[in-house]
């Protein structure tokens, strides 16, 4: 079992890695301790502080990460220059249709509403919006459209994709459905393998809401 200078270290070295924040990781600092991973810090745009708190969730042994890193543009824009840049970068993105979702910026905080079909949509449209500049923070408000759902057919869809991930054990999830909402429970190795869990669970059309228990427990796969 890592301790928590191991898991401190480890995270440190995915952040210096990872190509985003190879130029500002000495501007982050790493805390950690019983699997909890504390960031500070200030970089400029909201994306390299959500790659941060992304790389973290990566390492094997941690269960929680506390995004503490402030952002600070080097760049300051307008709210009606972010509001402009985030509806070409929603107009550009092939994955969205942005005729779904309304904007609003205050202070550089992006708020995104409207619904989509699904939730990949949902996630893409965040997605395109964190690097812009002058972008201080990002709420996802949109929702997913809801549709009708067999549950039998979504318990076993579900399975059958957690088959099919190299990173997902499935023996060890158990996936539970009523109406519109999947709630998952069991033990992974690491968050990456939690969130990966998740993500599949999303990826079935007409889910609404993903209640994840699933717990992290490097021990029981030791």
Known sequence: MKTNEDLR????????????????????QVS????????????ENYGKKMAAERAAQRIQGVKIVACDIEVD????????????????????NSAVNK?????????????????????YERLFAQRSVENLVGVKGVTNNISIKPKPIDAKELRSKI????????????????????????????KVRSWAEKKEAEQVAWSYPGVMAVDNQIEIDVKVFA
């Open 32 to 43: 950690a301790k019983d699997g909890i991973i504390t960031l500070t810090g200030l970089v």
């Open 159 to 186: 399975s059958d994709a957690f088959h099919r991930s190299a990173t997902i054990d499935s023996s060890s999830i158990k996936i539970e459905s009523d109406g519109h909402k999947v709630t998952l429970r069991g």
């Open 9 to 28: 270290n480890d995270v440190m070295e995915e952040i210096k890695w990872d190509p985003q924040l190879r130029e500002v990781y000495s501007q982050i």
């Open 99 to 119: 005729d779904q979702i309304k904007i609003i910026v205050d202070d550089g905080w992006i708020f995104l509403d409207g619904t989509v079909d699904w939730e």
């Open 73 to 92: 543009p080097d760049r300051k824009k307008t709210d009606a220059e972010i509001a402009e840049a985030v509806e070409n970068a929603l107009h550009w």
